[in-house]
């Protein structure tokens, strides 16, 4: 699916998305999920083509012919597969939306979900010039997202944020870094604390809790984590090293609902406020993204923004689309609320496998 416009991080630019779906047939329902890999191994370690091979080599022969009570078990099936988040979250989700339109009853009910209404943010790539940076976030807040945040990397992130904030001193803002900084460059975020951010995500190494550790030391503002969390084990450790204080959940990185509400109950315990990242998702992982929250300590604006943001098209009916208040109302309909459009869906796929 090629993107409305690219979108640029500190890792590199997307024009489009190559996307993996999954659609489960679980006694006669069929569920659908989104496998939120990219096409380079440059934001995590898995690729399209690393959860594709991993989901038909050892995914499917440990969930052929299983016979299970709930999608809640789904992970456990899996444990023997270590890492591999992305492909092992893609099924579980299908399976999950499966379970959700055999009983017809909305995902996120299903899953405990209490917010009938989310607030949501942007994520605005890196621009060739500040004016245009300011131009697009002006439209985002005339469309009302409630948060906004850039991207930034060195060379694109003390005069970006602070023209910003001259332009819009009151708007909630925050940085995401994609693992860009090293420990020697504190002083440059250090200098970011001047325009009273609402966190810095990621600045350091993508599985280095340690720096992390070190560098909220140094700085008043909120570290969030995202990259670095990709276990419930290392999202425990980061809360009990300071490493963050704020945590972007992902269904996709953590593996699924299973791991992701663990990581959304143990930060409600520590009373770390979570929010739900995106991946430039198609509408099919774009619905699991609004499922996940309605979950009560979603509490902060995410990036799960309106379908038009990223797609000519989206692949479901209707479309996801934000009120002017900032916000998406959480579907009235079974599973994740909103149906993939299966031509739409063949016309733009490349490659399939059936797996039986
Ligand atoms: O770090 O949150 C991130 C997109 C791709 C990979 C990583 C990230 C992102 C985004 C975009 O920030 C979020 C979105 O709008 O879907
Ligand atoms: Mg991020």
Not at 2 to 9: A, G, H, M, N, R
Not at 215 to 236: S, Y
Request: aromatic share 8%.
């Amino acid at each position: 699916m090629k993107l409305v416009k690219p979108f640029e991080t500190s890792f590199g630019v997307a024009h489009e998305r190559r996307i993996l779906l999954v659609e489960a047939e679980v006694d006669g329902a069929t569920g659908w999920g989104e496998t939120v890999a990219g096409d380079t191994p440059f934001y995590a370690p898995e690729t399209v083509e690393t959860a594709w091979h991993v989901t038909r080599a050892f995914i499917w022969p440990m969930l052929k012919g299983r016979e299970f009570q709930s999608a809640a078990e789904v992970w456990g099936l899996l444990r023997r597969i270590r890492g591999h988040n992305m492909a092992k979250g893609g099924v579980e989700a299908a399976v999950w939306d499966a379970e959700a339109r055999l009983k017809g009853q909305p995902l996120w009910k299903l899953l405990g979900g209490v917010r009938e209404e989310i607030p949501c943010g942007v994520s605005v790539g890196i621009k060739p010039f500040v004016e245009e940076l300011i131009t697009t976030v002006g439209q985002e807040l005339e469309a009302g997202y409630q948060r906004i945040k850039i991207k930034i990397k060195p060379g694109w992130d003390v005069q970006p944020v602070a023209r910003l904030r001259e332009k819009y001193p009151r708007i909630r803002l925050m940085v995401d870094a994609n693992s860009a900084y090293r420990m020697d460059d504190w002083e440059t975020l250090k200098r970011l604390e001047a325009y009273y951010l609402m966190m810095i995500e990621q600045p350091l190494g993508w599985d280095d809790l340690y720096s992390h550790a070190e560098l909220q030391k140094k700085l008043e503002t909120p570290i969030c984590l995202d990259e670095c969390i990709h276990t419930e084990e290392q999202a425990r450790a980061a809360i009990e090293l300071g490493a963050c204080r704020i945590i972007n959940i992902k269904l996709g990185r953590v593996g699924g609902y299973t791991p992701a509400r663990r990581i959304h109950d143990l930060c409600q315990e520590r009373s770390v406020p979570v929010w739900c990242g995106g991946m430039l998702e198609s509408g099919i992982g774009r619905a699991h993204n609004i499922a996940l929250s309605t979950l009560a300590n979603f509490s902060l604006p995410g990036d799960v923004s309106a379908s038009r943001r990223y797609w000519e098209q989206d692949v479901i009916e209707p479309e996801v689309e934000v009120s002017r208040q900032g916000t998406i109302r959480a579907p009235a309909g079974p599973g994740i609320g909103f149906e993939p459009v299966r031509e739409r869906i063949e016309k733009l796929t490349v490659n399939r496998e059936v797996l039986e």
